[in-house]
């Protein structure tokens, strides 16, 4: 079964700890990636059969004004090719959650919460650059994607 990563930069930067979710996982996920851009990273990277897709996606959307409801729209073309299941990563920015409700309304067959499994953190989930996650919320994600593989 292939693992593959796609939307921004919150699963671009996981490299180094790829092998940990699977020996079999792609990351086809790039810093900056907007909705606009997942049907693309898709097409030239999952297989047509025995994959999941992990998706992060909607932090660049709303940091760029992209409406919600444009958001949705270009994640449903996305799901309406996956020959696969998927499951979604909501963004981790409390500021950005009507863009992660907008794509969680398309039903994932898995939904990562990120915001409240790193409410622990505090703070320490963010960088200091206000947006991307920091090592300590990558050690609670990882085990987190993990367990949503095993069960999809």
């Known amino acids: 079964m292939e693992v593959v ?35 693309t990273q898709a097409r030239a990277h999952l297989p047509t059969t025995n994959a999941i897709a992990v998706l992060s996606i909607g932090t660049n959307d709303a940091r760029r004004g992209t409406r919600p409801e444009e958001c949705r729209e270009l994640v449903k073309a996305l799901v309406a090719e996956l020959a696969c299941p998927w499951i979604y990563v909501r963004p981790p920015l409390t500021e950005h959650a009507v863009w992660g409700n907008a794509i969680a309304s398309l039903r994932p067959d898995h939904l990562i919460d990120t915001p409240a499994l790193l409410a622990p953190l505090g703070a320490r989930a963010i960088a200091s650059d206000g947006v991307h996650l920091t090592g300590s919320a990558y050690e609670l994600l990882l085990p987190e994607i993990c367990t949503a593989l095993s069960v999809v």
Do not use: K, Q
């Open 5 to 39: 990563l796609l939307g921004d930069s919150h699963l671009a930067r996981i490299r180094r700890a790829l092998p940990r979710i699977s020996a079999n996982a792609i990351n086809a996920a790039v810093g900056g990636a907007t909705a606009a851009d997942v049907l």
